[in-house]
């Protein structure tokens, strides 16, 4: 019995630890004054709700679709990140993301700009077409 508690406690955080790390790589803010580079970044909590899901997968799609040459050239980057993994605070504290939500970290012209999709994404989430196109717009306006 003592074997297996040790092994299920490993079996979890080997679990815990493949699915947080995503998160734990640095991003790269380099940029030409030229090229623009975005990282997408999904922020959520240990427990997601329908929604939670649903805007990570139809980011997702969006991204590995019209934008898959982009990712493939590290134009663009997606990542979600757990806020209630104690390795991701710092990331989540400078967003100000404590719960769900979606950003697009654009370095354009050297400068870093955060952007806030967290309230549209929830409001869009339901019409598939329309966030994806929409997504879509927002991620070519920040190129």
């Known amino acids: 019995m003592k074997h297996l508690i040790h092994l299920s406690f490993l079996s979890l955080a080997l679990f815990v630890s493949a699915c947080t790390?995503?998160?734990?790589?640095?991003v790269k803010a380099s940029t030409t004054a030229s090229s623009a580079r975005?990282?997408?970044i999904d922020f959520h909590n240990e427990h997601r709700c329908k929604t939670c899901l649903t805007i990570q997968s139809l980011t997702e799609e969006v991204l590995n679709s019209t934008f898959a040459s982009e990712k493939k050239a590290g134009t663009i980057t997606f990542r979600t990140v757990n806020v209630d993994d104690?390795?991701?605070?710092?990331?989540?504290?400078?967003?100000?993301?404590?719960g769900s939500a979606l950003f697009l970290h654009v370095y354009?012209?050297?400068k870093a700009e955060k952007i806030d999709l967290t309230e549209?994404?929830?409001?869009?989430?339901?019409d598939a077409a329309k966030f994806k196109a929409e997504l879509t717009k927002k991620l070519r306006a920040a190129l």
Do not use: C, H, R, T
């Open 86 to 98: 104690e390795a991701n605070a710092k990331l989540a504290e400078e967003f100000g993301a404590y």
């Open 21 to 26: 790390s995503n998160a734990q790589q640095p």
């Open 38 to 40: 975005i990282d997408v």
């Open 120 to 126: 549209w994404a929830f409001m869009s989430a339901n």
């Open 108 to 110: 354009k012209n050297g």
